[in-house]
């Protein structure tokens, strides 16, 4: 039977919910299928499409990075400047990624498990940011607390700095990933549906009971997907933080600028060195992806279900 | 009207903290920042608003995103149906970590796939040493671009299908089979029909997502204006000429085109509901 | 509760970070004589300067410990320049600037009064302790034989040059290469206008910066020839190899006046004024100028150019001037609907 898509016209929330969806063992025996010629061909397209648009780039990164040497890439990464720009890139998603987990719950929690007018209208304003272009998302923070934003006279006149310095970073940052969690969580919430809490409220458990022994476990799997994309995605972001951030090495740079930064002066295999940190963390992120899928496709007692869009 | 008339009863607790804190949070990082845009751009009368989102520049830099993302997402569409069908329905070595390797596109920084790809494509790359000598421009021109959107939209295709794809019964193809139709019969009326809007729904996610995309393309772009200039890059320059109204103004353009496309993505997953509930 | 917790420490933090002054630098300890606490400097720049500005800081950090017994440490940020002023404008708090024209810096006085309009004048040269000029850069041998300007309408010559509405270093490429074809056409401003649209013809790809022009030429192997600062020529060489590239000079260029400047809103509010106008004042000293020199930027300073002599051949050399000024140039070259502009719009 075709399982209904999520209901909510969360329609980007549903497509990025089935990327969560592990992929199902091939069917066994499928009495129809193509001829032989045609599968294999297919296959050649399908997998020289991925060969040319997703290995080879990832080779040339890391083909890059060490084309100067393993002494070059190690110095790359540990000059003080690089040090700083990961600190601060760590100090960003530390704050960015906790912040959107309990705004994407909390969204998530009264989107998924209530009906009220406007519903529809929340959801769609929640996507936004993801379709906001990340220029334009640099821009609005700078509008709004700049020197010549509305409340730039304001903060001057009481030293407080937010563009060009670390809490813009952190803002525009939070702005782009504000969603990730949030569409991860609300289909997964939604298929799930509200007995297993209504059951045991009427068992008699108390509001933060039945969330954490009832929710929670039900919803880990997406939570730790949402997270991950939602970390990678904050210690990745480019053009919206290259907007706030003012340049300032060592101290207002993070990986992705710093990576511009030695690519613009000239030091290419150094560049790729940094950049080469993130595309492990890209890599990471694609295990442990992929591992907490193989996980759950697991017969386990005492593990969650299994996640609805794969049913 | 009562104070919950507009919300359907619940016994389950939370709803006024978890609506709260959503609508707070939201409108502190989301609605205000993007409000501060509109107000800004307003602060250029009608008249100017109009001039600077029509300047030919303005305009051919819209042609050039569109045109770019039409491709690259249709490039993603036809490819990517290609490889959802593969992972889901064949079976071989290696498939688990390709279909891993698929989210790359996701996780990957901007910036690092700019120059990755800008790195191969160069004259002096791996591919456009292959490339150049046929004449084929790759790197520094609107081929270049749409190689960089069609990589970042790539997850998308394949992600919106693969689920429907899993989901279809085989017993509706055994069925067209018994009856008489060969296997194209069978691809084209009785298989193609319902992935159609997933189809349409992630060629639409690849296409909103390529439209914005900054990092990626300026690297491998060659920024002429009226050619090869994104609008992403023609605000960036406005805002280095300091002509902030100017910016904001292109910039709520994006903003409008971008909302217009998720409620076609909305409908479109109205629409498939339609198609496969009950 | 836990949520709300969580909530407010988040909170917290965030303001903590935006409130909190920079970290306190630890006092220059030992010295008999009580030393000054530490002071930071933050010197915006444009793109080519970074090397020139590593040095010049260690050499002036030097001169002030043994002056003032004070330790002074430094930030640097460089982009393009006038994405820099744009940046000082929007709050970056520089203490002093150095951009590669005097247009950004008046944009910077204009739009933020951080500094006086007639900052130009308080220091000598027109606020510009070292000069640079517009070269040409070809591959060795330089096979296409290009010499002069007019080699750069040939067609089939790819010319690599940046935006100049977004790249300081390519507004002073264009003022050169349009003061060269006013002369050539006897003042007649229809044919310049087509020569310069012929070079741009061949130009295949506009960056956004001298840097990543330069990248592109050298590192992408794109290209007959750039056109690049004569400092950033000499990096380019040193940096991917001399047997690789040549350097040409034309006969006529533009003198390029790259200004420096100290920003007054801040260092009155920062009480960095006496470090930063001495850091200011000693590019124009004859250790500044060196360091300068060896960066490959044209000194001021007589003594030191005769002894840098043999590294900056003799060009004619158009100056800003002959422009009316930047105010004039910019609104009729790079403004909206400028002249570069209308390039563009002209149908390519």
């Known amino acids: 039977m075709v399982e209904p898509p999520a209901v909510g016209g969360l329609a980007v929330a549903h497509a990025i ?10 069917a066994a025996t499928r009495s129809v299928t193509e001829p032989r010629a045609v599968r294999w061909l297919l296959m050649g397209l399908a997998l020289g499409f991925l060969a040319l648009f997703l290995v080879l780039p990832l080779v040339t990164v890391f083909e890059q990075a060490f084309a100067k040497g393993l002494a070059t890439y190690a110095d790359a990464i540990t000059q003080p400047v690089a040090v700083s720009a990961i600190q601060l890139t760590l100090l960003t998603a530390a704050i960015s990624v906790p912040a959107n987990l309990i705004f994407g719950v909390a969204a998530a929690w009264c989107i998924a498990k209530f009906e009220f007018a406007g519903k529809s209208l929340l959801t769609t304003l929640i996507d936004l940011p993801f379709s906001v272009s990340p220029v334009i998302s640099g821009l609005i923070f700078v509008v709004l607390f700049g020197a010549q934003g509305f409340f730039g006279p304001f903060l001057q006149a009481n030293g407080v700095k937010i563009i060009f310095a670390v809490p813009g970073i952190v803002l525009a940052t939070t702005f782009v990933t504000f969603p990730f969690v949030a569409r991860e969580l609300i289909p997964l919430m939604q298929a ?15 509001g933060w009971q039945m969330f954490r022994r009832v929710t929670l476990p039900n919803i880990t799997w997406g939570l730790l997907y949402g997270v991950i994309l939602c970390n990678a995605r904050a210690m990745g972001e480019f053009g919206a933080v290259s907007v706030v951030s003012g340049k300032i090495r060592g101290a207002t740079n993070t990986i992705p600028l710093h990576v511009e930064i030695l690519y613009n002066e000239y030091h290419v295999a150094a560049a790729f060195a940094v950049a080469s940190l993130l ?5 990471v992120t694609l295990v442990a992806k992929s591992f907490i899928a193989w996980k759950f496709q697991q017969p386990d007692a005492g593990g969650a279900p299994e996640p609805p869009s794969g049913a | 009207m009562t104070a919950r008339a507009w919300k359907q009863h619940s016994i389950l607790p939370g709803f006024g903290l978890s609506l709260g804190f959503t609508l707070l949070y939201l409108c502190l990082l989301v609605l205000i920042p993007l409000s501060g845009l509109f107000i800004k751009s307003a602060s250029l009368g009608p008249a100017e608003f109009w001039n600077v989102i029509s300047g030919p520049r303005a305009l051919a830099s819209y042609r050039v995103t569109v045109l770019s993302a039409l491709t690259g997402a249709a490039l993603n569409a036809v490819f990517g149906f290609i490889v959802a069908w593969v992972l889901v329905r064949y079976s071989f070595p290696g498939r688990r970590i390709i279909d891993g390797l698929v989210d790359l596109p996701f996780a990957l920084p901007t910036a690092v796939a700019g120059i990755a790809l800008t790195t191969l494509y160069a004259p002096n790359g791996w591919l ?12 520094y021109s609107s081929l270049g671009i749409v190689i960089a959107l069609t990589f970042i939209g790539l997850p998308f295709v394949v992600r919106t299908l693969q689920p429907v794809l899993q989901d279809l019964d085989v017993e509706y193809e055994e069925a067209s089979a018994s009856l008489g139709a060969n296997r194209w019969q069978t691809f084209t009326r009785v298989i193609l029909p319902p992935l159609m809007p997933a189809l349409l729904t992630g060629f639409a996610l690849a296409f909103a997502r390529a439209v914005g995309e900054y990092g990626s393309v300026v690297f491998i772009s060659s920024n002429i204006p009226l050619e090869t200039e994104i609008t992403p890059l023609l605000i960036m320059t406005k805002l280095e000429q300091f002509d902030y109204a100017g910016a904001t103004a292109i910039d709520v353009v994006m903003l409008l085109a971008s909302f217009v496309m998720l409620l076609v993505i909305n409908g479109l997953q109205w629409w498939s509901r339609r198609r496969l509930g009950a | 509760m836990i949520r709300s917790l969580a909530v407010s420490t988040l909170s917290l933090a965030l303001l903590a970070t935006a409130c909190a002054p920079g970290a306190p630098d630890p006092a220059a300890g030992g010295g008999a004589v009580a030393a000054k606490p530490a002071v930071k400097l933050l010197n915006v720049s444009y793109d080519p300067t970074r090397e020139l500005y590593q040095q010049f800081n260690e050499a002036f950090a030097a001169y002030w410990k043994q002056q003032e017994n004070q330790d002074v440490t430094f930030e640097q940020s460089h982009g393009g320049s006038g994405s820099q002023a744009r940046s000082v404008i929007d709050g970056l708090e520089a203490d002093v600037v150095t951009l590669a024209l005097s247009a950004d810096i008046d944009a910077i006085a204009d739009k933020a009064q951080s500094l006086p309009a007639d900052w130009q004048k308080r220091l000598p040269n027109n ?33 690599i040059t940046p935006n100049p509405k977004a790249s300081g270093g390519a507004r002073w490429n264009f003022l ?43 590192q992408r192997g794109l290209g007959d020839v750039a056109l690049s600062w004569e400092n950033e020529a000499d990096l380019m060489l040193n940096e991917f190899g001399k047997d690789k590239f ?12 790259p200004p420096v400047a100290v920003v007054d809103k801040v260092v009155d509010k920062k009480g960095t004024r006496a470090v930063a106008e001495t850091y200011l004042n000693y590019l124009y000293t004859e250790a500044g100028q060196r360091i300068a020199a060896k960066n490959h930027y044209r000194p001021r300073l007589t003594a030191v150019a005769a002894e840098f002599k043999a590294s900056f051949p003799d060009l004619k050399l158009v100056t800003i001037e002959d422009f ?25």
């Open chain 3, 246 to 257: 040549d350097i040409v000079y034309p006969p006529s260029s533009i003198l390029a006046e």
């Open chain 3, 127 to 159: 606020s510009t302790p070292y000069t640079s000029t517009i070269v040409f850069v070809t591959r060795k041998g330089n096979p296409k034989g290009i010499r002069d300007w007019s080699d750069l309408v040939k067609p089939g010559v790819q010319v």
């Open chain 3, 324 to 348: 009316g000024g930047w105010p004039a140039a910019q609104k009729k070259f790079f403004a909206d609907g400028g002249l570069f502009d209308q390039l563009y719009t002209a149908g390519r």
């Open chain 1, 17 to 26: 919910g089935s990327l969560a969806a592990p992929p199902a063992p091939p």
């Open chain 2, 128 to 139: 456009g040493q292959v490339l150049t000598p046929l004449g084929i421009k790759t790197a």
């Open chain 1, 279 to 283: 595309t492990f963390l890209a890599v």
């Open chain 1, 192 to 206: 799930q549906g509200t007995e297993e809490e209504q059951a045991a409220l009427s068992l008699g458990a108390s």
């Open chain 3, 176 to 218: 050169a290469a349009w003061s060269f074809a006013l002369k050539g056409a006897n003042n007649d401003e229809a044919r310049a206008k087509d020569f310069v649209s012929a070079l741009y013809k061949n130009v295949p790809v506009l960056d956004s910066g001298a840097r990543a022009s330069t990248l592109t030429f050298a």
